[in-house]
Nanobody, 118 residues
């Protein structure tokens, strides 16, 4: 099992930027893919982005539209999400999770809150 702790959430104005971090401990971080998911009250989880174990392959949800960049530093056991040009609809609790989700449903962090408001 892996333990995941996110940080970096904050309140920003529309158009602002944030970088989220997710530090992993436990199982070998460099051996598995990771994903970012976001959730708002009353809605189910919404997948944001995924990165392969080596960092070579990255995929994004359509709503990202080139504004976010996922990355990882396997030497530091850390996953990142750089978010630029934030919109009010990006307001959510963002959490990182180990892939595949159906195999490791409990390997996720508690999340970090992102609020975009003027």
């Amino acid at each position: 099992q892996v333990q995941l702790v996110e940080s970096g959430g904050d309140t920003v104005q529309p158009g602002g930027s944030l970088r989220l971090s997710c530090v992993a401990s436990g199982d070998s971080f460099s051996t598995f893919a990771m994903t970012w998911v976001r959730q708002t009250p009353g809605k189910g989880p919404e997948w944001v982005s995924r990165i392969s174990s080596s960092g070579t392959y990255r995929t994004y949800a359509d709503f990202v539209e080139g504004r976010f960049t996922i990355s990882r530093d396997n030497r530091k056991n850390t996953l990142y999400l750089q978010m630029n040009n934030l919109r009010p609809e990006d307001t959510a609790l963002y959490y990182c999770a180990r892939e595949p989700r159906d195999t490791y449903p409990d390997d996720r962090g508690q999340g970090t809150q992102v609020t975009v408001a003027s």
